[in-house]
């Protein structure tokens, strides 16, 4: 049998590249202006959020311990998740629809991952310098001055990942009892755990791994094209305009592009725009400022580099006409799906019952007989009061003529609690016939407030 042919050096293939750092140049510009006002907006949203207050709580609070999540004015139990994976679709179907509109604007403006290594690289040029000290710094061998410099950006790192983890663990924990048990060093397990937990993979995405989040660990950056189609915004270069290139733009013939490699430096995820749409693309627009800027020093028309779509390359299409085609089929379905939704679950929510009644018998008496001929059946009444005020309930039955409650029919329920009611019927034995009979509880509130809820169960009268 003949030996295997030996493949030439050349021919490997090798399944996997090491990592290329790359040291995004900062850039000034109508988009990195709005990036940074992105950056501002979600910030102080999520840094700041868990601080405010409503109703003597924490107005956004997803209390695991207690089983209820508090958000603004709504108090919201484990029975009422359907709302939040109808929110969870809602902000599934408004990214599809952003993305049909203007592709991956989120990820290149809000995206988390985004908007912390905006944070980290700001605070890396603060301690390093600009793009050429970085690379200056990193080739130089280890001195105390590249310590400290080093040092002192993790350390930063670290404390902005901390506070990161902290303001996450808030939104479960009660922010102001968390800060306590931290001053004192007396965290719980869990919140310690996941503080650090968070503020870890704060510090590795952001610090470290950065444009690898995007291009390899991200799903969005897989599917996005299937939300694509040639009238999506997306950034563009124009070849036409652009090609040949020179770097001197002395010879005739030659394309506007100077060949200076700004858009490539300023890139996040470190690709060149002028090979065309790449999945890598974050949609962030560095480029865009980057190369406005070279088109005015080189006396040049700005948009070389620009939002478009391929139809309006192709076809020269003016920013009216394509601002006309935004609102085309898919376009349309998405806004027309979001709107049903998000109708239908602010309608939900504002006609929902904040009462809710749940009866369970008590299974060791089937049924008793006791004085004057009277049935009586026990029960307990698990009664949920969602609303952040207490509630005077009445207690009636109904289903037999005879059916009342005993011992008492009002109960008190305090804001945003469950109680269990114990509760006896007792009925008239020539008003039911043996076995099982229907009957239903109905709570009413006398307060003056229009709030009933009406659950059935079961009576039993001994054979």
């Not at 099982?436 to 009406?454: C, E, H, M, P, Y």
Request: proline content about 5%.
């Amino acid at each position: 049998m003949n030996a295997p042919a030996q493949l030439p050096r050349e021919a490997v293939v090798r399944l996997y590249a090491a990592r290329e750092e790359i040291y995004p140049r900062e850039i000034k510009g109508r988009y990195a202006s709005l990036r940074w006002a992105c950056v501002w907006l979600t910030q102080l949203l999520f840094y700041g959020l868990p601080w405010f207050e409503m109703h003597g709580r924490q107005a956004v609070l997803f209390d695991l311990a207690s089983r209820k999540f508090y958000l603004f004015g709504l108090v919201l139990w484990p029975q009422d998740f359907i709302y939040l994976a109808a929110l969870l679709i809602l902000c599934a179907y408004g990214l599809f629809l952003v993305t049909a509109v203007a592709g991956r604007v989120w990820c290149g403006f809000a995206c988390p991952q985004t908007v912390y290594t905006e944070i980290f690289l700001w605070i890396e040029r603060r301690f390093e310098g600009a793009r050429s000290a970085r690379i200056r710094l990193d080739r130089q061998p280890w001195t105390l001055e590249k310590i400290a410099r080093k040092g002192g950006k993790h350390a930063a790192w670290g404390l902005v990942a901390l506070w990161t983890g902290f303001t996450f663990v808030g939104y479960f924990t009660p922010v102001r009892e968390l800060s306590f048990d931290i001053a004192s060093f007396g965290p719980g397990p869990w919140e310690g755990f996941w503080v650090l937990f968070y503020a870890l993979a704060t510090y590795g995405n952001a610090g470290w791994l950065r444009e690898q989040v995007c291009k390899y660990m991200c799903p969005y950056a897989r599917f996005q094209s299937a939300m694509f189609d040639k009238d999506t915004l997306i950034v563009t270069y124009d070849a036409a305009r652009g090609e040949p290139r020179n770097a001197r733009m002395a010879s005739p013939g030659s394309g506007d592009c100077i060949d200076c490699s700004m858009c490539v430096q300023v890139c996040p995820t470190g690709i060149d725009i002028r090979k065309g749409l790449q999945y890598e693309c974050i949609g962030c627009a560095a480029c865009v400022d980057a190369c406005n800027g070279v088109m005015d020093k080189v006396k040049r028309p700005r948009g070389l580099i620009r939002y478009a779509t391929e139809n309006a390359l192709a076809a020269k299409l003016s920013p009216s006409e394509v601002r006309r085609r935004v609102l085309r089929p898919r376009v349309l379905i998405y806004t027309a799906v979001l709107a049903i939704l998000g109708t239908a679950m602010v309608a939900s929510l504002a006609l929902r019952n904040p009462l809710k009644l749940d009866v369970i018998r008590d299974r060791g008496s089937m049924g008793r007989e006791v004085e004057d001929g009277m049935i009586e059946n026990v029960y307990r009444l698990q009664v949920m009061n969602t609303l952040e005020q207490p509630l005077r309930l009445r207690i009636t039955v109904d289903g037999i003529a005879s059916a009342n409650v005993v011992d008492g029919d009002v109960v008190e329920i305090d804001a945003a609690t469950t109680r269990a009611v114990p509760v006896r019927v007792r009925v008239a034995g020539a008003d039911a016939r043996p076995g099982s009979n229907r009957i239903a509880f109905t709570l009413a509130s006398k307060d003056g407030a229009a709030l009933q809820v009406t659950e059935e169960a079961a009576f039993i009268v001994p054979r």
